[in-house]
Every structure is written in C-alpha cells, then in structure tokens.
C-alpha cells in the first residue's frame, strides 16, 4: 500500500465500522474473529455456512472509495442471515419481507459500514468519495483483485451467523 497507513490501524478501523453498523442499525451483536490477508488475481466468496447449509445463496455487497487512497469494502453473507437483517432493520416480518426489500437493507448495510470505515480513514488525512452500493446475488463469486495492492478478508459472527468482509486496497 503506497499510503503510510499501519495495516493494523487499517484493520482496527474496518472492525469498528461493522460492528458499529451492526450495532446501531441492525441492533446486532457482532463479533469479530478473525482477518487473512490474500493476493493474487482473483477470489472466490467465502464459504457462508457450508456445515448447516451447503446450498446457501450468497448476498454480496460492496461500496468502492476513491480518493488519496483507494478501494472497495465487500459484505458477504448469506441468504438466512440478509433476511434476519433485514427483519430486524425495517420491522417487516413473514411474506411481506420481499427479495427487493433484503437486498435494498444488504447495499445499506455496506454502505454504511464502508462510509464508516472511510471517515476512519478521512480523519487520518486520507479524505475519499464512495460509490453507491452494488447488491449480487448467487452461489459462488469471484472477485477480480487485479490492480489492488492488498486484500483483506474478515470473518464476523453477527448473531450466530457467519459474515465476512473484504477490503481491497491500491494507493492513489
């Protein structure tokens, strides 16, 4: 990374951001377990829960940044978790709760959690403007990390189900 920016700082700074977002939004108990750094040119989304459900469809999000540093926050989990949440932030429960609306609370979720995590890194001197979110739906992805100078992935328990967030980040 070509920014003078402590990984550690920059994994502290995306753990708070989440379960902050959690926390507030969500009103959820969100648990950090662990990070992995990875490389290479491409990345297949995590494994959400593969002992309890193997055909699990995967929600993933993501919200880039750009700015003296760049990147993209992605929130992976499942469909059985993107429905709890969603429950749980708009109040809506059985039949009413519809796919749209899910998705809709899954790219506000990663939107704020990756506008928290860039304030984090704007009160550092390293300001950047987001994107809006992007919501994918599916079984298996992969990411294209080509151009990016370090990635991260992040495993969370978020009320006893499995979340993971990926950071990609390239210097200005």
């Given amino acids: ?39 290479g040119s491409q990345t297949l989304s995590p494994a959400i829960d593969p002992s309890r459900d193997p055909n699990t469809h995967i ?3 993501c919200v880039a940044f750009a700015g003296e540093i760049n990147g993209v926050c992605y929130l992976f989990m499942g469909n059985r978790f993107a429905f709890h949440a969603a429950k749980k932030v708009t ?6 709760l519809d796919e749209d609306t899910v998705r809709d609370v899954c790219g506000e979720l990663t939107n704020m959690f990756a506008g928290t995590f860039k304030n984090c890194l704007a009160d550092l001197g390293l300001p950047s403007t987001s994107t809006i979110p992007t919501v994918m739906q599916g079984k ?33």
Avoid: W
């Avoid at 109040?91 to 009413?96: D, K, L, M, S």
């Fill in 91 to 96: 109040g809506i429960e059985g039949a009413e």
């Fill in 59 to 61: 929600l993933a999000s």
């Fill in 140 to 172: 298996r992805m992969a990411i294209n990390t080509a151009g990016t100078n370090d990635q991260f992935r992040f495993s969370f328990e978020v009320d006893g189900f499995p979340i993971f967030a990926d950071l990609l980040l390239s210097g200005s």
């Fill in 1 to 39: 990374m070509s920014v003078s920016v402590p990984v550690e700082q920059i994994h502290k700074y995306l753990s708070h951001s989440l379960i902050k977002v959690f926390k507030t939004i969500a009103h959820a108990k969100c648990e950090f377990l662990g990070e992995k750094a990875y490389n």
